[in-house]
């Protein structure tokens, strides 16, 4: 079984991509409800590990095999690259953890889609919409995660979104291939 990793800044349009396929099982951790019910602050680092907590766990459960081809929207580079930008989390904390998951073949049978682009669309999203000021330094930030982590072995494709149906087709067609 396969576990396919929707990644990248915000505005990119990763969930239109998720929900542009019917064939693989979606799922997108509320974060954003954890986060707001349970009062957490936005630069401490109990708020980081309660994401690293669930990336753990859903990563082993793909490596041992528990797991059905699954799409997340938003996975473990997220959780570390917002720990980066919300001063959660050190850069070398960050790479401590993924050298972990690494060390631990946690990313057995996980392929990374990075999706680049960024809309121009004016919207009203979530509790994070003031970090739309921040989508440079939040690619940066994804692109320096995904390159170590593909250095290291990691499968993963970079897609870019140009808001258009040929985007869209060729993601479509990645994700049919790698089933």
Do not use: C
């Amino acid at each position: 079984m396969s576990l396919f990793v929707i990644e990248g800044a915000r505005k990119s349009g990763k969930t239109h991509f998720v929900s542009s396929q019917s064939w693989i099982p979606v799922f997108k951790f509320d974060f954003n409800g954890v986060y707001t019910s349970l009062e957490l602050p936005a630069n401490g680092d109990k708020t980081h590990h309660i994401g690293l907590g669930k990336e753990l766990m859903v990563q082993q459960l793909n490596r041992d095999g528990f797991l059905p081809d699954l799409m997340m929207d938003r996975g473990v580079i997220t959780n570390s690259v917002w720990g980066v930008l919300n001063k959660r989390v050190s850069k070398k904390s960050v790479y401590k953890e993924l050298d972990y998951m690494l060390w631990n073949g946690l990313f057995k049978n996980t392929f990374f889609f990075l999706i680049t682009g960024t809309s121009d669309e004016k919207r009203e999203k979530d509790v994070w919409d003031y970090m739309d000021e921040k989508i440079p330094e939040e690619s940066a930030l994804f692109l320096e995660f995904t390159e170590y982590l593909s250095e290291r072995g990691v499968k993963i494709q970079t897609i870019e979104n140009r808001f258009d149906a040929e985007s869209l087709s060729a993601f479509q067609t990645i994700i049919k291939n790698l089933k």
